[in-house]
């Protein structure tokens, strides 16, 4: 998806009961905790090669090293998802 200052990915798990989850740059312990709408994290943005990368990647099995995905999926008022 495409941010004014780079690139969000979305990655699905490839099975029929899962949904695309935000990748971003860390591990599962380092997403901060929701705190209502603000802008998108620097580690959640790639630019457009790196995002190619990414996904090429995960089309092929697996993140690169240093990525996980989110836990939050929804994008609402509610739910926090970095996108302001």
């Known amino acids: 998806m495409r941010y004014p200052t780079g690139w969000v990915v979305d990655a ?13 740059r860390g591990g599962p312990g380092d997403y901060p905790k929701p705190s209502g709408r603000r802008p998108a994290f620097d580690f959640k943005l790639w630019q457009s090669y790196a995002a190619a990368d990414l996904m090429w990647t995960w089309l092929h099995g697996s993140l690169p090293e240093g990525c996980s995905r989110t836990m939050r999926h929804m994008i609402s008022g ?7």
């Open 78 to 84: 509610v739910f926090d998802h970095g996108l302001g």
């Open 12 to 24: 699905h798990d490839g099975t029929p009961d899962g949904f695309a989850k935000r990748v971003y």
